[in-house]
């Protein structure tokens, strides 16, 4: 070997560990080129080429001025947890919007917001690239993270915005319901009232009949005052005598009605309507009967001795 070949070796050698560098470079700058992504800041990586050679100012390659800068690059570990925190956070995006798409069917209802649809494809493929970090290269896991956070957050605000509306249709909903469901009890207490007054009408028209006036006196005199068909018939000559059990009978001395109240606006005590109802009539006659005489046939008795009771 000659003395000049042994003075060219180290020379050759730096080249090459050169080379070797700027190659390694370049594939990684290649590879993050054809993912499509923005590289965030590279990770700090020992010099490869410090300890072969000094390599002249002015011919600094590119891939060297970035490696000139690593001395500000995130850590491995920091790398890695951002990518974690990004691929839970992906994660919990495509559980919610799943989330409120089924709320949404279960609902059943239309929403304001109009189309209900969330793509989600751009964020499952994030995820899946995340998941798949321990076969790439570190270097691209800043990228795929950033990439990751966007797809999330456009997804959330997707769901968001989703949630609200199905929340104004449910309350709405919920508003619409409650108003039916007064409007029904409004109507059903209307038929009900409108019931109620119809049988009073029937059975103020059977009771300010005779034979009604006699039915009604019977069984309340038995249900109240435990007279029998004994007292009742004492009770029917004796009103019979007084008014025929017309409820609209009137003396001249100014007694009215069935019992002949004297004045008639005695029976206000029963009721208001005392001038109109024979029912009226009926509870207030018992009742001054049984204080004044205690039983209808001691009233009768009274009457057919004095014509007056």
Same mark, same amino acid.
């Given at each position: 070997?000659?003395?000049s070949d042994l003075k060219l070796l180290p020379v050759h050698r730096a080249r090459r560990t050169l080379t070797t560098a700027m190659t390694c470079a370049g594939l990684a700058l290649g590879m993050v080129a054809t993912t499509g992504l923005a590289v965030a800041a590279p990770l700090s990586m020992p010099d490869a080429s410090a300890s072969a050679f000094s390599a002249p100012a002015a011919t600094t390659a590119p891939a060297a001025m970035s490696v000139a800068t690593l001395g500000s690059t995130p850590t491995l570990q920091a790398v890695t947890q951002t990518a974690d925190s990004a691929?839970? =956070? @992906? !994660?919990?995006?495509? @559980? #919610? @919007?799943?989330?409120? !798409? @089924?709320?949404?069917a279960t609902a059943g209802?239309?929403? %304001?917001? #109009? =189309?209900?649809?969330?793509?989600?494809?751009a964020l499952s493929d994030a995820v899946e690239r995340l998941s798949a970090s321990d076969l790439l290269p570190t270097v691209l896991l800043?990228?795929?993270?950033?990439?990751? $956070?966007? *797809?999330? !957050?456009?997804v959330n605000d997707r769901v968001a915005t989703l949630r609200s509306s199905l929340n104004d249709a449910v309350a709405a909903k919920a508003a619409a319901d409650a108003a039916a469901e007064a409007q029904r &009890?409004? $109507?059903?207490?209307?038929? %009900? *009232?409108?019931?109620? $007054?119809? *049988?009073?009408?029937?059975?103020?028209?059977?009771?300010?009949?005779?034979? #009604?006036?006699?039915?009604? %006196?019977? &069984?309340l005199a038995a249900d109240q005052y435990g007279w029998g068909d004994d007292q009742f018939s004492c009770l029917s000559s004796l009103w019979t005598k007084e008014s025929g059990w017309n409820y609209q009978a009137y003396n001249p001395s100014g007694a009215t009605g069935i019992p002949q109240s004297l004045p008639g606006d005695k029976m206000a005590s029963f009721g208001s309507d005392w001038a109109t109802n %024979?029912?009226? &009539?009926?509870?207030w006659g018992l009742d001054y009967i049984s204080r004044g005489y205690g039983t209808p046939c001691a009233a009768w008795g009274h009457s057919q001795a004095t014509n007056w009771y």
């Open positions: 070997m000659l003395r691929t839970t =956070d @992906a !994660q919990s995006a495509l @559980a #919610g @919007a799943s989330a409120v !798409q @089924a709320d949404i209802l239309p929403l %304001a917001v #109009g =189309d209900t649809s969330i793509d989600t494809a800043p990228a795929l993270s950033q990439n990751a $956070e966007v *797809e999330t !957050q456009r &009890q409004a $109507e059903a207490a209307a038929a %009900a *009232e409108a019931q109620r $007054e119809a *049988e009073a009408a029937a059975a103020l028209a059977r009771v300010n009949t005779p034979d #009604g006036a006699k039915a009604f %006196a019977a &069984q %024979a029912a009226t &009539q009926i509870k």
